[in-house]
């Protein structure tokens, strides 16, 4: 997954807004809270390619994933107990089960937000 094409699938999610932060990655949030970012450096944004998409997951997501070859426990995020997995190798999650899970940690984040805020986004009933 390029940088374009992990931007452009995170603005095709409903209601999110885009920041760039923390030495320029690209930071992407829904109801201000973040679901998605991923880092690049000058060597391969050149090319395009990942160097590392940070996200939520799920409980049976982190046990199936943090312990594999070119994923891991997300900096900071995982040292104060949240489950959050990095990515740092493209030849270890297909692009597709990426999307799936950006998608999923988006929904697990919405699904934080105040019963308010969700009404506002359009969100709940």
Known sequence: MTQDDFNAYCASLAHTTHVVQWGGSDV????????????????????????????KVSDMAWEMFKDAAGVRPAPYMASRGMKWLQRTRNDTISDEDLKELIRESYHLVAAKLTKKLQRELGLST
């Open 28 to 55: 992407w949030k829904i109801g201000g809270k973040i679901f998605a970012l991923a880092g690049w450096d000058e060597q391969t944004k050149t090319a395009q390619d990942n160097v590392a998409v940070v996200f």
